[in-house]
């Protein structure tokens, strides 16, 4: 063997011996896959495999041998464990009914194991269940489930008991497609199978006793007074950058506000916000610079800042992240207690390793891949990746360094922290990239180059946090007051910068996931989705040939929508640019999101209705029109749309029907968008929220309203869906948004019973997630994601 190879083989032999626990993590990881997979029966003849293969390599070797016992011992000890755990999951009481989608009206005591989350009107959280009542027979269980409950806010915390009744449900899948997925993260994270819904009217009772374990109730409790402590002389317009303070420091992420949060989603700048290594790391290095500085020796500055990480860990709502975080620097520390060389590979294995013991399921967890994928990166590559950086700028290495000028030595040094920052940056970009192609369609190129430029920021945030909360815990009012109006204005910088880098061009990309099946050149897709009574739609429009398919919004969404459903829509399409935007009328939960729509997708074209807009949203829309120069077209009864180019004997046309001269002007649905596409022998009537007074208008004006397909909304104060207008329109299916709360989003029962009697199918958009209409000349089919159903729609006789 060449004396290379030979010393390749020596190095490679010392690497694997040097950081054993990495490959008994990876062993680990194959174990419970292969169980989670139900492939568990071919476990045996791997491990045995492994024992021979290591055996046979080390025969003369003995730690390879030891270190082949230890990774089979992990690959089956690991692959029991996760065994246990979905033996544990699968044994609720009521596992085969929530199996079978059926609800189920239970009783029982729990307590929440999870901070709860106060909402307007209710309260979620997780709610660790101890006992159910079923038939009357108290059934003792041990099972978590997402927990929500209408009408109370106040008085839950975590560990508090309660006995309640209520109605026990299967988890629901994505409502959008690439969107969350509520069934599968909760049986990943809290190994739920249903979610218990606490109505208005059913029993809740809050017991005395509470439960859980006193130092994640003391961790809690001590971040609400650091929160108060960072929100101390914040006024009302402040707040929304004060809230992002406690998020990047405290990982209180539950009042972050998401408009804001969005910019550093878009920068690829996100993981900030996720309490890490990056925040561990600067909390070190403040407390071990002071432990320093007044004289504590370096061993026992240490051993007191290891029990200080692992409890902001626990204070940070015992996230994933933290954790891995503050193990891994705790065991980093450690080795220079006793006094070991550290193993920066050794150490990360530990911490993943550590995490899985307590929960085989969080392997699967996004958060968990990622926060390992990129710390493997950084450990790997980032020395070789700064070394290959630096070299041409660097000094000559063999020139001896009391030969350089201060000049150069400060040449050097600025080179060699430079380019550090830019390979971390680059690799941990790397090394997240396959991942978030994976799980989200997307990523970002610019957070390259963002990250060097707003991580240092997040360092001073920190610093500044941690001061803020001395100068309180010490009732120094005006010094905490103070700091935190200083720490506001770098949260404001740095909120700026992420806006800045979102908003470039090609900064965020949607990579998608195929395209739709049983689409041609001649088919327009058509997206109806809308969460909370909210509305939104995506339209395809065919392209000619060899052209792409091109893209309209008509009314983006509320937020809630937008986020939900309309946004993992985009990433799954792959679309990066829309056309136009449009909005029906002045709607908060139909247009709420659209400033964002326009500063991320770049439409060239904004349609409207003719009439005034009140929306407390719209003069950012016009401002955004205004700023970025986007032609804007104000659609009037009459009008007629040619979205798409002729690529056969006909074109869809869409109509604008309403509003016009006569249209009611009382409140803003009166006067919305009135829409009438026709394709060959199919046609589609999109009404928005119009009600009694737009309908009568309408009819009486004569207008064609006859269609196959009508999309509504619920008009906020009188009835829509008049049987006039019903008999006029004569649709075969009818689309329409609902929702329980508040009344006027619901449905009428005098409606339901017209379509009955006529025979039209109706699909609400509460429990059928985004509808696909794959619109051609001779047929429509329609499309329900979260249920799954198929239908579709022929011309009439």
Known sequence: MPISEEKRGRALRNAVLGNPLFPCAIAAMLGIGIVDAGSATVLFPLALLGLLVGGWLGRKDRPLVTLAFGMAISLGGFAFCHHLRLEKIESFPLASALHDLESIEVAGRGWFSERPQPGERSTSGILHLEALVIRGVEIPCDHRVPVWIAGRTEGFHYGTQIRFSGNLKPLESASSPGGFDPARFYYRESGSLGRLEIRAGDELTILEETRGHPLVAFANSTRDRLERGLLHEVEAGEEPYARLITAMSLGARENSPEDLEEYFRLSGTMHIFAVSGLH???LAGLFLGLFLAVGIPRRWAI???????????????????AIRAAVMLSIFLGAFVVKEKPRPLNHLAFAALFLLLFDTQQLFLPGFQLSFAVLLSITLLASPMQRWTAGPWLSDPFLPKSLHSPLRRAKDHLVGTLTAALAVSLVSWLGSLGLLVWHF???????????????PLVGVIVTLALASLVGYGLHLGWLAGFLNQVNILVAVGLTSMAQFFAELPGAHRHTGRGVLPETTEQTLTLDVMGARGEMATLWGWPGAAGEDRRYWVIDPGGTFTYQQEMLPLLRSRSVNRIEALGITHGDIGHIGAAPIVMTQFHPSLFLEPEGPNRSTVYPEIRGILETNGIESLILSAGMR??????????????????????????????????????WGEMSVLLTSDIGFATEKALLEEGVLLESDLWIRGQHSE?????????????AQLVLSTAADFPSFESVSESFRTQLDEEGTPLLT?????????????????IRSHQDGSNRQISPRN
């Open 280 to 282: 561990v790391g600067i």
């Open 303 to 321: 051993l007191i800042l290891i029990p200080i990480l692992l409890f902001y860990a626990v204070m940070t709502g015992l996230r994933p992240s």
């Open 441 to 455: 369609q997307s990523f970002s190129p610019i957070g390259i180059v963002a990250n060097l430029f707003l991580v």
């Open 641 to 678: 749309l040619r979205p798409a180019p002729s690529s056969g004997p006909t074109e869809p046309i869409l109509q604008v029907l309403s509003p016009g001269p006569e249209t009611p002007n009382r409140i803003a649905d009166d006067r919305a968008l009135v829409l009438r596409l026709e």
């Open 718 to 730: 009188t009835a829509s869906g008049t049987p006039a207008f019903v008999e006029a329109v004569d």
């Open 765 to 781: 958009l509460d429990g059928t997630g985004v509808v696909t209409l794959e619109i051609e000349t001779d047929q429509i089919r």
